[in-house]
Antibody, heavy 117, light 110 residues
Framework: QVQLVESGGGLVKPGGSLRLSCEAS????????MSWIRQAPGKGLEYISD????????YYADSVQGRFTISRDNAKKSLSLQMNSLRAEDTAVYYC??????????WGQGTLVTVSS | QSALTQPASVSGSPGQSITISCTGT?????????VSWYQHHPGKAPKVMIFEVTKRPSGVSDRFSGSKSGNAASLTISGLQAEDEADYYCCSFRSPNILVFGGGTKVTVL
């Protein structure tokens, strides 16, 4: 059974930084394409970033390009998202997810990030 | 990066069929057979219902089906049941290298 467990969410001031982590189990993590997806309060789902199994290919949505950095450690079966220069509009539940054929196959339960002064 | 276009809400009575549309462009929905659909009950993780336009993951009811024509994709739910009441999102690969979601559709079972 695939489990993705996010951590690291919380309250941060505008302009601040936060690092999210995702621990994976029940899957061949080193073979998995991974992604971060978020949902702002009362809004829809939004793709943030994805990373290939070897970290060779990394992509970002325009809304976070230059501020967020995705990374992975296959030995630890973990995915990270470093978020800098945070804005109020980054307030959302952040989901860790696996991708297969450009579809989200497995989702974590999400971690809430609140950007507010 | 603009989202795919979905109706805000769709409703139907138990047993009826409903269809949710998802309109994009030739850079996403129309250009690739990489459209997926997700069911999202508030407070829970979303669940993939359809991938690659028409394929159902193991365990998903055959009451759910997907299709595509040009720049528009659709999700049809047949034999509507109370448990189908949820938010539904379409998603597509968008050239050259990202994913894009629709704005979401709230399905209400009357």
């Amino acid at each position: 059974q695939v489990q993705l467990v996010e951590s690291g969410g919380g309250l941060v001031k505008p302009g601040g930084s936060l690092r999210l982590s995702c621990e994976a189990s029940g899957l061949s993590f080193s073979d998995s394409y991974m992604s971060w997806i978020r949902q702002a309060p009362g809004k829809g789902l939004e793709y943030i970033s994805d990373i290939s199994s070897t970290s060779r290919s990394i992509y970002y949505a325009d809304s976070v390009q230059g501020r967020f950095t995705i990374s992975r450690d296959n030995a630890k079966k973990s995915l990270s998202l470093q978020m800098n220069s945070l804005r109020a509009e980054d307030t959302a539940v952040y989901y860790c997810a696996t991708l297969h054929s450009s579809a989200v196959e497995h989702w974590g339960q999400g971690t809430l990030v609140t950007v507010s002064s | 990066q603009s989202a795919l276009t979905q109706p805000a809400s769709v409703s139907g009575s138990p047993g009826q069929s409903i269809t949710i549309s998802c309109t994009g462009t030739s850079s996403d929905v129309g250009g690739h057979n990489l459209v997926s659909w997700y069911q999202h009950h508030p407070g829970k993780a979303p669940k993939v219902m359809i991938f690659e336009v028409t394929k159902r993951p193991s365990g998903v009811s055959d009451r759910f089906s997907g299709s595509k024509s040009g720049n528009a994709a659709s999700l049809t739910i047949s034999g509507l049941q109370a448990e189908d009441e949820a938010d539904y999102y379409c998603c597509s690969f968008r050239s050259p290298n990202i994913l894009v979601f629709g704005g979401g559709t709230k399905v209400t079972v009357l």
